[in-house]
């Protein structure tokens, strides 16, 4: 158990919908990670952010935002969605938002969209 | 969008033997290279990593031999164990840009 919480663990939504991933980090950990997987476009990089400031962009559509609040628990939005936004959304957190700092994944949210 | 190329796809390994995973990188800004473990139903795990100032880094059974000059790093895992089967994952990032580009993974079998 990496100590990141992740809700919902399954979701299942239609076309066009707005769901919400919620992350809650590591004790002591400022800095929140998004990552897509899946099965076409493999692992993806989407946001950091540090301490509540976005951080770092990566490929992120402009359909999805994300925030971290001061309690430091992060939440991905994500809107109008579409066949391909089926996906395993992870959340990662480490204790500072440096490069060579240890990330820590949570179990992951896995998105149905039908 | 894919800047890690890895390989191979899959790996079937005797118990006992070497599992050898390779990985190739175009950015040459890239200056940290990490290797994660992804079990099913599980998120990814930091496995090892290294720095382009050395050109090799072990880990008990793990070892990273990187090659700056041919922009290629590579995990071993030696006396490889049923409990190693997993996906692997090699990724790359520069430190003044968090957005770390990850290979498409390599599925282990470590057969006992």
């Known amino acids: 158990d990496s100590g990141v919480t992740q809700t919902p663990k399954h979701l299942i939504t239609a076309t066009g919908q707005r769901v919400t991933l919620r992350c809650s980090p590591r004790?002591?950990?400022?800095?929140v990670y998004w990552y897509q997987q899946s099965l076409d476009q493999g692992l993806q990089f989407l946001i950091q952010?540090?301490?509540?400031?976005?951080?770092a962009k990566g490929n992120i559509l402009e359909r999805f935002s994300a925030q971290q609040f001061p309690d430091l628990h992060s939440e991905l939005n994500l809107s109008s969605l579409e066949l391909g936004d089926s996906a395993l959304y992870f959340c990662?957190?480490?204790?500072?938002?440096?490069?060579?700092?240890?990330?820590?994944f949570g179990p992951g949210t896995r998105l149905t969209v039908l | 969008q894919q800047q890690v190329k890895q390989s191979p796809q899959s790996l079937i390994v005797q118990k006992g033997g070497i599992s050898i995973i390779n990985c190739a990188y175009e950015?040459?800004?890239?200056?940290?290279f990490p290797w994660y473990q992804q079990f099913p139903g599980k998120g990814p795990a930091l496995l090892i990593a290294?720095?382009?100032?050395?050109s090799e880094k072990k880990e008990g059974r793990f070892t990273i031999s990187f090659n700056k000059s041919a922009k290629q790093f590579s995990l071993h895992i030696m006396d490889s164990q049923p409990g190693d089967s997993a996906t692997y994952f090699c990724?790359?990032?520069?430190?003044?840009?968090?957005?770390?580009?990850f290979g498409a993974g390599t599925r282990l079998t470590v057969k006992p």
């Open positions: 990662a957190s480490s204790q500072t938002g440096e490069t060579y700092n240890e990330q820590f």
């Open positions: 004790s002591g950990d400022l800095s």
């Open positions: 952010y540090y301490n509540g400031e976005e951080r």
């Open positions: 950015n040459t800004a890239f200056d940290y």
């Open positions: 290294i720095r382009p100032d050395v």
């Open positions: 990724a790359a990032s520069s430190y003044n840009n968090n957005d770390m580009r």
